[in-house]
């Protein structure tokens, strides 16, 4: 079983739907990470977040350590959210991200 | 625009040789790890660097070092590719290892 699942794998919408990824994971961690990958490689973190919830322009990211469940949701999606979205959380020694197999989001126009 | 650079930003050798690919961090980013990411998987934890210093490391031979520069510059070095090293090289800087980590844009190596 892996330490850190992603849900969908793979998600297609059309744009401006509500998008929902989810993460679950079965360590123990300090912070979660929520990553986008676009064609090519490029990975920007989107946030860092240990409880509650955080929101950055349409993404908003919630976490419930208790559960070891976070979600990230994108409103209003348009077709430039089009990417890879991964979940990753550190190791207790905290230097190293283990990743989520991530979830392919396509946005149709 | 993370502000962290990588090159080259593609690459192709042969089993055998030996590269080196280069990561520019962000000022003041005293952290960089390095991650490899074989196609169609998650990126996998090489090592990390704090201070110029190997801080931790992943399950992965001595083939693969580094180095991290007081310029906040970093490299890692792999000696005797194997083809199985194909794969896009990521880094990623700090500031200390608890921090977002901000990603360069990835060195895609491919060896034949």
């Not at chain 1, 430039?80 to 991530?102: E, F, K």
């Not at chain 2, 990390?48 to 992943?58: A, L």
Request: hydrophobic share 30%.
């Amino acid at each position: 079983k892996n330490e850190v699942e992603q849900s969908p794998q793979n998600l297609t919408a059309q744009e401006g739907e509500f998008i929902t990824i989810n993460c679950s994971y079965s360590v123990g961690i300090s912070a979660l990470h929520w990553l986008q990958q676009h064609p090519g490689g490029g990975i920007v973190s989107l946030f860092m977040l240990s409880s509650g919830k955080k929101k950055h322009g349409r993404l908003i990211a919630t976490i419930n350590i208790q559960e070891k469940h976070s979600s990230l949701h994108i409103t209003a999606s348009h077709p430039r959210d089009s990417a890879v979205y991964i979940c990753a959380v550190p190791t207790d020694s905290n230097y190293q991200l283990i990743w989520g197999a991530g979830t392919k989001l396509i946005i149709k126009p | 625009e993370t502000g962290v650079t990588q090159s080259p930003t593609h690459l192709i050798k042969t089993r055998g040789q030996q590269v080196t690919l280069r990561c520019s961090s962000q000022s003041g980013h005293n952290t960089v790890s390095w991650y490899q990411q074989a196609l169609g998987q998650g990126p996998q934890f090489i090592f990390q660097y704090y201070r110029e210093e190997e801080n931790g490391r992943g399950n992965f031979p001595p083939r693969f070092s580094g180095l991290q520069f007081p310029n906040y510059s970093s490299e890692l070095n792999v000696n005797a590719l194997e083809l199985d090293d194909s794969a896009l090289y990521l880094c990623a800087s700090s500031i200390g290892n608890t921090d977002t980590q901000y990603f360069g844009p990835g060195t895609r190596l491919t060896v034949l």
